[in-house]
Structures are given as C-alpha cells and as structure tokens.
C-alpha cells in the first residue's frame, strides 16, 4: 500500500505542475514572420495567435491571395514555434513520460 500512496502523491504532484506549467506556457509568446518580415505573428506558448501584423506593403488588392499565403504561412510557422516550447516543457515537467492530450 506504501507503494501506492507515494505513486499517488507523484502523480498529483506531476498534474500540479502540468497545471502551473500550462499557466506559464500561456504566457511565453515566439514571434514568427513572412514574406521577409511583411507578416509578423505572435503565438503563445498555449498554441493561440497572440497578434499578426501585416506592413501595409503587403497589402496589394491585386494579389489578395499573396497575402492570405502570407499570413497561413506566417501563423502557421508561430504556432509550430509555440509548440515546440511546450513539448520541451512539458517534456521536462513529465520526466519524459508521454500522456495523451498533453
């Protein structure tokens, strides 16, 4: 039984820490660009868009669908820098251990 209690009382630590680390996480922010810095994107380190911004030169009504590339490009480049904080983070605060949904 002694066994188990310690097992139970690593697991709620480990969860507060997940917990406190995906508090800290939504905080942190990367910034990705595109377009040569035209399209600029802050992500969180919760995986949401945290801005974008868009140099009025890539504004071009010709070539709406330029700058809809820019912007996939530019989000999705963020999010995937946001992502790799956390999995390095979360990473840590697991000692390793892979649990779904995290």
Same mark, same amino acid.
């Given at each position: 039984? *002694?066994?188990?209690?310690?097992?139970?009382? %690593? !697991?709620?630590? +480990?969860? =507060?820490?997940?917990?406190?680390?995906?508090? #800290?996480? *939504?905080?942190?922010?990367? %910034?990705?660009?595109?377009?040569?810095?035209?399209?600029?994107?802050?992500?969180?380190?919760?995986?949401?868009?945290?801005?974008? /911004?868009?140099? @009025? /030169?890539?504004?071009? @009504?010709?070539?709406? =669908?330029?700058? =809809? $590339?820019?912007?996939?490009?530019?989000?999705?480049? !963020?999010?995937?820098? *946001?992502?790799?904080?956390? $999995?390095? #983070? +979360?990473?840590? *605060?697991?000692?390793?251990?892979?649990?779904?949904? +995290?």
């Amino acid at each position: 039984m *002694a066994g188990i209690n310690k097992l139970l009382k %690593e !697991a709620a630590k +480990m969860q =507060e820490n997940i917990q406190r680390l995906q508090s #800290e996480l *939504a905080q942190r922010t990367v %910034e990705a660009s595109a377009g040569g810095g035209m399209i600029k994107v802050t992500a969180k380190g919760n995986n949401t868009i945290a801005s974008i /911004k868009i140099d @009025p /030169k890539a504004v071009d @009504p010709a070539d709406v =669908e330029g700058l =809809e $590339d820019l912007v996939v490009s530019g989000v999705n480049a !963020a999010l995937a820098a *946001a992502k790799k904080i956390s $999995d390095n #983070e +979360m990473a840590k *605060a697991t000692a390793g251990f892979k649990i779904p949904g +995290m």
